[in-house]
Nanobody
């Protein structure tokens, strides 16, 4: 599975962005998907995850109520809608795919990773 993120950029605090992650390769609908982020000088952390279908979603407490993860299996794409952005959301955002289960929050549980897209939130 190859993953390519897009949609990052510079936005003011309180604004919104929608990230996309396009997948190619093996059957996308068989994989649960996740979004992670890594801020400068910090470890990569879990943001959100979604199951093979769209029935189950999971969020880090820091983004709950502001971010929404979704997927379109017909388009082989997973999305992260980010609203009410804060400067502390500034990071490189990565999407990841796993065949091991859904709702997984640890980096080692994901098998495939994209190259990341930069999100910068100015105050």
């Amino acid at each position: 599975v190859q993953l390519v993120e897009s949609g990052g950029g510079l936005v003011q605090a309180g604004g919104s962005l929608r990230l996309s992650c396009a997948a190619s390769g093996r059957a996308f609908s068989r994989y649960a998907m996740g979004w992670f982020r890594q801020a400068p000088g910090k470890e990569r952390e879990f943001v959100a995850a979604i199951s093979w279908s769209v029935d189950n979603t999971y969020y880090a407490d820091s983004v709950k109520g502001r971010f929404t993860i979704s997927r379109d299996n017909d388009k082989n794409t997973v999305y992260l809608q980010m609203n009410s952005l804060k400067p502390e959301d500034t990071a490189v955002y990565y999407c990841a795919a796993t065949g091991r289960g859904y709702g997984l929050t640890r980096l080692g549980q994901y098998d495939y990773w994209g190259q990341g897209t930069q999100v910068t939130v100015s105050s």
